[in-house]
Structures are given as structure tokens and as C-alpha cells.
């Protein structure tokens, strides 16, 4: 994998103006195979070489937080050989680029209800974030098995029993309290993305961190996930730039 040219990032990009939380709906993986008269899951194969140059890509642009959604809690209602193969993804993925991510100092992190997954894919996801517990670079956080409704949902039934546990009262309940519930919060101070990026021409959010992304800035690339690379990334952090973040109020955070 080559490392990006620094003084050419210097020239395109402002190094001091970089999202630290980049989330990215890898959209387009069975267009880009049909496009080219190939099976659905050629698509998914490319999209996981896709995945390994952008983590790299985005570790060496100094991003905090990579989120990428691989599988959606509604993705099961795919055709099941689609489905087995998404699911076989994660094993060939860690088995293979492990020591990669370890060299980069990048630190595996899975949200979604990892318990539903099957018990290869479940393992070897937790060996993934075993390993890669001490790096203390870059966070790669997969959503697999990730729904932001199931997600909110699960958060209300927590809260509700702290509540009927006597533990908390209905006025303590803040947006900390909500915050603290979701699968993100482990990500903190990093939960909520800067950039949503969603690739394939779509414009739609798919149930993909409904709360975190109150004030996130979106970029949709024409590009499908297959096709996207290193200079795709960057463009979209040149499009982040041009944006000016006002959450809410008149000025620049
Ligand atoms: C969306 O494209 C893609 C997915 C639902 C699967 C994404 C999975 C990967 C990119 C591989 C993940 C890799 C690891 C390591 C977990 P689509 O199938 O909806 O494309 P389409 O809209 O063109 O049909």
C-alpha cells in the first residue's frame, strides 16, 4: 500500500481542518459488480480492497475515528448465499490484514448486535479488537449488524430500567444520558461523525447513526465503494473543508 505523498497533501488538503470522525455508507458494491458481468459478491470482494487502502489512507491523513457500515440489521433480507458470503467477509478481511492494522496502529472496533452474528464471524471479530486493543492510533469501527433504530430502541429499554431501578429519575434523563446508551459512546470524545460520506450516487441515510449525525456534514460521491480510492477520500475532505459548521448558531465552532 503506498503512503500518501505528504507535500502533495499539504498542496490539496488543509492538515489542520481534517474530520476526525469520517463515517461511510460503502454503497454500490453490486452495481459496480453487475457493470461489469460479474456476480453480486465479486462486488463485496472488491469492496473489502477497498476497505484496507481507505483505512490505511484515512490513518495516514490523521483521522480519529473511520466508521464504515458493512451490514445493516435489515441486510439479512438479502438472498441468503449473499448473505453467507457479506458474513465470510470479516474472516478473510482480519485474517489477512491483522498485522497491517497492528503496523498502522489502528485499533479494531465493531458496533451492532455482534451476539446475531455467526459464531465464525463473531470470533473473529472479537479476536480482531483483542488484538488491536493497544494500538492507539486511528479507531476502525465497523457497523455489522447495525440498525440506528434497534440502536435508539435498545437505549430507551436500558434507560427505562434504570428508571423502574429507582437509579435515575424521568427529569435526569439528558441528551449525555441518550448519548451514553449508544454504541458510540465508547468512541468519545470522537461519537459523532464530522463527515458522512455515502457512495453510488444515493442520497439516503438507511437508518446509519440517526442521532449522531445531527450536525454532520454529508458528501455524496458518485463513485461506487469498489472504485472509491485515496484520491476520492481526499477530494471529500476538500468538499468538508469548503463547508462552514455553524451548529446552529452564526459562527464557525
Ligand atoms: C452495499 O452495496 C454494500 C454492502 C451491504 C456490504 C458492504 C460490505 C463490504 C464493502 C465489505 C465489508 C468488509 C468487511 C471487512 C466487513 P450494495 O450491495 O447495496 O450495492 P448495490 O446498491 O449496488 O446493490
Known amino acids: 500500500?503506498?503512503?500518501?505523498?505528504?507535500?502533495?497533501?499539504?498542496?490539496?488538503?488543509?492538515?489542520?481542518?481534517?474530520?476526525?470522525h469520517i463515517a461511510i455508507i460503502m454503497d454500490g458494491n453490486g452495481r459496480w459488480a453487475q457493470k461489469r458481468h460479474l456476480p453480486r459478491i465479486a462486488g463485496h470482494k472488491q469492496g473489502m480492497n477497498t476497505v484496507k487502502k481507505i483505512t490505511k489512507a484515512a490513518s495516514d491523513l490523521g483521522v480519529k475515528v473511520l466508521t464504515l457500515y458493512a451490514f445493516s440489521t435489515e441486510n439479512w433480507k438479502r438472498p441468503k448465499d449473499e448473505v453467507n458470503y457479506i458474513m465470510k467477509l470479516p474472516v478473510t478481511?482480519?485474517?489477512?490484514?491483522?498485522p497491517d492494522l497492528i503496523k498502522n496502529n489502528v485499533r479494531v472496533n465493531v458496533m451492532g448486535y455482534i451476539d446475531?452474528?455467526?459464531?465464525?464471524?463473531?470470533?473473529?471479530?472479537?479476536?480482531?479488537i483483542e488484538d488491536t486493543k493497544d494500538c492507539t492510533g486511528m479507531v476502525l469501527n465497523f457497523a455489522l449488524n447495525y440498525g440506528s433504530q434497534a440502536e435508539i430502541t435498545t437505549a430507551v429499554q436500558q434507560i427505562a430500567k434504570e428508571v423502574q431501578a429507582g437509579q435515575l429519575s424521568p427529569e435526569a434523563i439528558s441528551q449525555e444520558t441518550i448519548e451514553q446508551h449508544l454504541m458510540t459512546h465508547g468512541?468519545?470524545?470522537?461519537?459523532?461523525?464530522?463527515?458522512?460520506?455515502?457512495?453510488?450516487?444515493?442520497e439516503r441515510i438507511s437508518?446509519?447513526?440517526?442521532?449522531?449525525?445531527?450536525?454532520?456534514e454529508f458528501v455524496f460521491v458518485q463513485d461506487h465503494w469498489p472504485d472509491f480510492g485515496q484520491q476520492t477520500l481526499i477530494d471529500t475532505i476538500k468538499i468538508y473543508q469548503s463547508r462552514h459548521r455553524r451548529y446552529g448558531g452564526l459562527n464557525k465552532k
Request: net charge negative; charged share 20%; proline share 6%.
Open 93 to 98: 478481511f482480519f485474517n489477512t490484514f491483522i
Open 207 to 216: 437508518n446509519f447513526l440517526l442521532w449522531q449525525i445531527a450536525y454532520s
Open 187 to 202: 468512541l468519545a470524545p470522537y461519537s459523532n461523525p464530522d463527515l458522512l460520506v455515502r457512495t453510488s450516487g444515493e
Open 116 to 128: 446475531e452474528l455467526p459464531d465464525a464471524t463473531r470470533d473473529v471479530v472479537n479476536k480482531a
Open 1 to 20: 500500500m503506498v503512503s500518501l505523498d505528504q507535500t502533495q497533501l499539504d498542496e490539496e488538503l488543509d492538515m489542520t481542518n481534517i474530520p476526525e
